[in-house]
């Protein structure tokens, strides 16, 4: 552990309401839609990456391969996202900025996470935010000195009030693909597995 460590959090404790089951546990390949996630971050140069999960922990835990990532539970999963990055930040540690992914976007490439961090590592600003082809999406980056502004943060949807919040301090990176989706629905889950090749 180093204060220089990037830290990346992965966000899969969300209760899938949309969904109507676990998505953290949907087959994706030779491995699940979180497993894949989990192995693109991973094999990104984060320094070392923390998975927070929620509901069904257990079952969602022993269902992927976590590798060399560290895998924490949020028993606050149903007060929204900011529960869960607070679990991500306690887990983290001594760090110098940490990187939020999330568990239901397969589409973010490692590439994508590298780009990120570079361009962060070069500028390092006090957040950076990916932009696909003009539009916002993660991952997100915040550095230290955005931990107290996160820690404050509650529900969902936070960050981005704080993204949009300072745009005079979020370094945007540019990213010249399409959004990766979200999977909040079976549709969403068969058009992903079909346009990856899952």
Known sequence: MSQDDLVGIVMAAGESSRFG?????????????????????????LDRVVVVLGREAPKVRSSFESGSAMVVDNMAYGEGCASSLLAGLDEAGECAGIVLILGDQPGITTA??????AKWRNARTWASATQYRGNPGH????????????????????????????????LRVDIDSELPPDIDTPEDYEAEIARLGG
């Not at 994508?112 to 961090?117: G, K, M, N, W």
Request: glycine fraction near 6%.
């Open 21 to 45: 089951t676990a998505k953290q546990l949907l087959p994706f390949g030779d491995t699940t839609l979180l497993g894949l996630v989990v192995r693109n971050a991973n094999r990104s140069t």
């Open 112 to 117: 994508t996470i590298d780009r990120v961090i």
């Open 139 to 170: 991952p997100l980056l915040f550095a230290r000195e955005a931990f107290n502004d996160l820690r404050a943060l509650h529900g969902d949807k936070a960050v981005w009030k704080l993204i949009e919040g300072y745009p005079d301090r979020v």
